[in-house]
């Protein structure tokens, strides 16, 4: 009996783990997104560029549950010198425990030695933007540079705890690209949320715009003139995204209340985690299956108010 029910327990716990171990929270630090539409040279790329950017920022402003957390710079807001003073001010409203998320749309160029993005007036460099991006002062970042040539940004801005994820894998790769519609779709939809958690992931948005770029070009029978890549070692927790019951948050306080529980209790979980080495095997699954048991409780609220709306 004693077997069978430390068997049990075991399997229970495994289970629950299995679905909720890697679960992201967004209510754990406060997320911050810059995004800049660049130049687009005809006016039907300007005006997708435009359109991309506006729509980026509806959903990173419904994860951030802030509008205040979010800066659009198009036009004349993209020169050189305004995204320097904008970067500042956007830096000064950052804290190290937040999450920083800056996306590049528009048309990028490579001379072999510098990347360019095209912007009014001069272009701005790559080595300028990575500057930028340094002087940010969260510790977890995300860099989504979506235009063409941008391949050849994405070693000079890794660092550690920064994702960094560019269209194209090389600068060599010149042609318009396609991945920033795919973006939007995977962080304003489920379509990318592959583990049901109402979370997008930088992984799971990555792998979802990859893959549609794909099957795009396929679709048309033509060859793919960009191949996506990512860099880092968050790319699997670095939240995104609210969609399901989450994406509730910001039009229900009530589920905003239990979503807040929910960071709180994920937590917890953390904490049990930290301290699995002080704990014997039995007192460590104890406390993580106490913690998971009320996780999942307090999903189902969610849920039945996912339901209910």
Do not use: C
């Not at 495994?14 to 810059?34: H, K, Q, W, Y």
């Not at 409203?93 to 749309?105: E, N």
């Not at 306080?253 to 709180?264: S, T």
């Amino acid at each position: 009996m004693a077997v069978a029910a430390a068997l049990g327990k075991a399997v229970k716990t495994f289970l629950l783990a299995a679905t909720l171990l890697g679960l992201p929270a967004l209510a754990g630090a406060a997320s911050f997104t810059v995004i800049v539409a660049g130049l687009g040279g005809e006016a039907e790329y300007e005006k997708r560029f435009r359109e991309q950017a506006a729509s980026l920022a509806e959903a990173a402003e419904k994860a951030a549950g802030d509008k205040s957390h979010v800066v659009v710079l198009a036009g004349e807001q993209a020169r050189r010198d305004s995204l320097r003073r904008e970067f500042q001010a956007f830096a000064g409203k950052i804290k190290a425990s937040d999450t920083a998320t800056v996306v590049l749309i528009g048309h990028g160029t490579y001379d072999g030695e510098e990347y360019r993005f095209n912007i009014p007036g001069a272009d701005i460099t790559g080595s300028e933007l990575g500057q930028l991006f340094d002087k940010l002062p969260a510790k977890q970042q995300l860099i989504v540079n979506a235009t063409s040539s941008s391949g050849a940004t994405i070693e000079a801005w890794q660092r550690p705890e920064r994702v960094v994820i560019t269209a194209t894998k090389t600068g060599g790769e010149r042609t318009a690209t396609r991945f920033a519609q795919f973006w939007l779709q995977a962080v304003s939809t489920d379509a990318a949320d592959v583990n049901k958690d109402e979370v997008v992931t930088a992984a799971e948005a990555f792998d979802y715009a990859n893959r549609q770029v794909a099957a795009s070009y396929k679709s048309e029978v033509a060859l793919a003139t960009e191949h996506a890549r990512i860099a880092g070692e968050e790319t699997a927790t670095f939240a995104l995204a609210r969609v399901g019951s989450s994406a509730l948050s910001g039009s229900s306080p009530e589920v905003a209340a239990l979503l807040a529980q929910r960071g709180k209790i994920e937590q917890d979980l953390d904490g049990v985690k930290g301290r699995k080495a002080a704990l014997s095997q039995d007192e460590y699954y104890d406390q993580l299956e106490g913690v998971l048991v009320r996780l999942a409780q307090l999903q189902k609220q969610i849920d039945s108010k996912r339901v209910v709306q």
